[in-house]
Each structure stands twice: as structure tokens, then as C-alpha cells.
């Protein structure tokens, strides 16, 4: 049973089960066309690209392409290359796909990794390890008679 809007209350946030969808759809193809296809570019030669995620509007007619090359080398020279060619790979794109639009793909570089080896590098550090490791149990809490 769908509940009746009431004002004052906000609408869901994030993207519906279509957007979802639809983006994996994309992303699946994707790295179809990624293994499959030559691009004729000398910066995305030899170089393998993993596709993180697909972000698609809610129109379903524009996609942010998270991306990342292997190793993490090189990563916004191969971006611009992937958006210089993005016309080429949405026509292959769309002969892969059954939706009712091709997407047009805007490729960016996906930053989780590099966030995670912060993360890590952090951690790591022993003024950090030292508050998350746990003391020694202490009884100073309990009250002497």
C-alpha cells in the first residue's frame, strides 16, 4: 500500500531501484566493451580499467563512469582519454544495451581507493594504534573501602 504523501516530510533520498539498475546494466557492459574493444589511443594502451561504478541520472540519459586503471598509475591521463573517446564507446554501448536511451558517459576518476590507503596509512600510525588498542582493564572506577 503506497502511503499518502504528508507536508513536512522529505521525500527518500538516493537513487530509485531504476537508477540502480540501470547503472549496473551499464557498468556490466561496460567492461565488455573495456576487455572487447581496441580504443586506437597510445595512453589506453595496454592499460586495464576497472569500472567501479555507473551513476545514472535520474532521466536515465546522462552516466558518471567511476573508473579506475590498474596500479592507479596514470589515472587522470586515462580519464581525459576515456572522455575523449566517450562518443566510441557509447556506440558500442548502445548496441549492448536495451534501454530506451544511451546514456551520454562522463568518466571520472574513482578517489576510494587512494581514501582507502589513507585510511590504512592512518591507522597504521602509532599514535593512532596506541587509542585504539585497549588498556589494560583498571579498576578505578570501583570505590576503596
Not at 538516493?14 to 573495456?34: D, K, N, T, Y
Amino acid at each position: 500500500m503506497k502511503r499518502p504523501h504528508t507536508p513536512g516530510r522529505a521525500a527518500p533520498k538516493g537513487p530509485s531501484q531504476r537508477m540502480l539498475r540501470a547503472g549496473e546494466l551499464v557498468r556490466h557492459a561496460l567492461v565488455e566493451i573495456f576487455r572487447e574493444e581496441e580504443i586506437n589511443d597510445p595512453v589506453l594502451a595496454g592499460v586495464s580499467v576497472t569500472v567501479t561504478e555507473v551513476r545514472v541520472g535520474t532521466d536515465l540519459r546522462h552516466a558518471q563512469v567511476f573508473v579506475e586503471p590498474l596500479g592507479g598509475e596514470n589515472a587522470d591521463a586515462v580519464v581525459k582519454a576515456l572522455n575523449r573517446h566517450s562518443k566510441f564507446i557509447r556506440g558500442h554501448l548502445g548496441r549492448m544495451i536495451d534501454m530506451r536511451f544511451t546514456p551520454d558517459l562522463h568518466f571520472r576518476h574513482d578517489e576510494s581507493f587512494n581514501e582507502a590507503a589513507r585510511m590504512a596509512r592512518l591507522f597504521d600510525d602509532p599514535k593512532v594504534r596506541q587509542d585504539l588498542t585497549p588498556d589494560a582493564p583498571s579498576d578505578s572506577w570501583k570505590d576503596e573501602d
